[in-house]
């Protein structure tokens, strides 16, 4: 039941609360507001449906935070899951399920409501301490009335947790296989020894690449000797190809490749177009609309002919849930079409929309679960025949503070896997902290053990002056803490050799 999807459309009537509500009292509202309060001197009123369905209503607000909310208590070191079904009075807005403690404001989770029709927001969090808590909905647009119906809050032990994450693991990454010896013949060798050893893992588990890796011996033999799949951290983009205008140099991205390919690594196309206007070179941002729509259309082409066939995904355009450069200079589909041109170009890999905060933040609006799968789908929609045949993919970021929200990684995952398509971690790195590796290694269980993922990259890509947030090794390519962590999984999850003797069959 952890990882029973939820149901990403918006309902008439809202589904049963997870768990029963778990340790929230009245969870359908059957029982009128009892156990339900006002939060922030707001007004709650009971509502209901034609059919008789109970909910919750904040109106008459003017605040952010002036919604229902419900006391409780939070046990030390526990994960918690999230549910609660939300409907808004009036077109859509976002809501976000805090949860107050006596230190801290915590954000659990978020989801786009709608009016005349309910959404399920799915999120979690970890109790830090013992203690009372408070749980309430938060929405910036103070003039809409928010209703709030069939509640869950459900604690698990860490071990109950994990027990999960190890039955997931062993459906969704192992098979059994019978192997059968046979003679020239065809007939049964009763009493053959058969030798098993895995070669390679079949679950792409990479880190990103830096131009350092070209020249330098030790990085590579190290690199080499662990992953499966990369991404160059900035040498296939825009800015590091063409820094003016009609000057392209692939030369690094190029030998990078070659390096790669030569070690059976796989790489990401990173990225074709960057949304963020603080990424863009100043000739680019001083191009007219007709000029710049040209020299897009060149550096797609440029890019892409040169590693169509050889790279397995294309962040087309990166960051587009945050960020809107070239939609505010070609208009709202400005996504889609690159997406389209870019298919045309390389069918056969994966079309990846890429972004941060997803996992991350649930506070975050921009980049809620609901809204990556909104411009996902209007991306997809644009294709002829709604993109039916197109391999489109998930990427999330991952970079994650120094003490990530677990039970929200698996919630916006379950949401996210409704799209039906490869979900990827891309840039996975953890914020310095005392207990760095131990966030990391919980982070890497959590996205390793979900069934919708199909490939993980750290963004760990060395420098001599040192990494983006994470390095994994020392100058000298000796383990940091959070290396040997990455040593750890990457040993776990293959097979160990195995010796068997067939029988009589």
Known sequence: ???????????????????????????????????????????????????????????????????????VYLQNDTHYTLSAWLQVSDRSADVIAVVKTADDFIHAGGVDAKSGCWSILKGGLTAAASGPAELYFEQSNATVDVWVDNVSLQPFSKEEWSSHRHAAVKKARKRTVRLRARDAAGNPVAGARVHVRQVRSGFPLGSAMSKEIITNVKYQEWFAKRFTVTTFENEMKWYSTEWTQGHEDYTVPDAMLRFARSHGIAVRGHNVFWDDPSTQLGWVKALSGDQLRAATANRMRSVMSRYAGKVIAWDVVNENLHFDFFEEKFGAGASAAFYQKAHGMDGGALMSMNDFNTLEQPGDQNGLPAKYLNKLSQIKDAFPGNGIGVRMAIGLEGHFGATPNIPYVRAALDTLSQAGVPIWLTEIDVQRGPDQAYHLEQVLREVYSHPAVHGIVLWTAWHPQGCYVMCLTDDNFNNLPVGDTVDKLIAEWKTSSHVGVADAD
């Open 1 to 71: 039941p952890m990882y029973d999807g939820v149901n990403a459309q918006c309902l008439a009537e809202p589904l049963e609360a997870h768990y029963g509500g778990g340790v929230i009292v009245n969870s359908d509202f059957s029982a009128g507001l009892q156990g339900w309060s006002a939060f922030g001197y707001g007004s709650v009123t009971e509502g209901a449906s034609p059919t008789g369905n109970k909910y919750a209503v904040a109106a008459n607000r003017t605040r952010p935070y002036q919604s229902v909310s419900q006391k």
